[in-house]
């Protein structure tokens, strides 16, 4: 046997959590590995380091990640408030949602580079598909060239 795993079908949550290409689910398709350093949090590389998958699919290609921004968000949102329900507790003779509100904000605030990297992740996860064969080169009959003509003329 073979002890080598990459020709396991690695896990997509696993490789979406950590940021790594919908293609081959190895390559890091951010240039830095810490979110919160603001200054080059969102650069992507050209091309994924290890199957060659174009990051930028096309161009504008990230600009529906907001819808799954919010999704996520809503998400952490709706986490707060049961894990605030039933810890704290919600009372109409103190402040309790005054300060749940604070806290969801300065959460919300904090995640936010997280939040914007897995967005993009599940963004190319939608569109692009994992290969099992990426490490053959790209696939044949990608781009704009009508493949059923190719050799008519």
């Known amino acids: 046997m073979c002890a080598d795993k990459n020709h396991e079908k690695p896990n997509i949550f696993k ?13 890091a398709i951010f240039l830095s590995k810490n979110p919160y350093d603001l200054k080059s949090c969102m650069k992507m590389p050209e091309k994924c380091p290890v199957c060659g998958q174009q990051v930028e699919v096309e161009v504008g290609f990230y600009y529906g990640t907001g819808y799954v921004s919010y999704a996520l968000s809503i ?7 049961i894990a605030w329900w ?5 009372s109409i003779y103190d402040n309790s949602i005054y300060w749940w509100l604070g806290f969801n904000g300065m959460l919300l605030l904090g995640l936010q580079p997280i939040l914007m990297r897995w967005s993009r992740t599940i963004w190319m996860a939608f569109f692009v598909r994992y290969d099992e064969d990426w490490h053959q080169g790209p696939p044949q009959g990608t ?7 190719k050799g008519a003329i």
Do not use: E, P
């Open 143 to 149: 781009g704009r060239v009508n493949t059923t003509f």
């Open 86 to 90: 039933l810890f704290v507790g919600f």
């Open 15 to 27: 490789s979406v959590f950590t940021n790594k290409c919908a293609r081959c689910r190895r390559g």
């Open 75 to 81: 998400a952490i949102c709706v986490a707060s408030l």
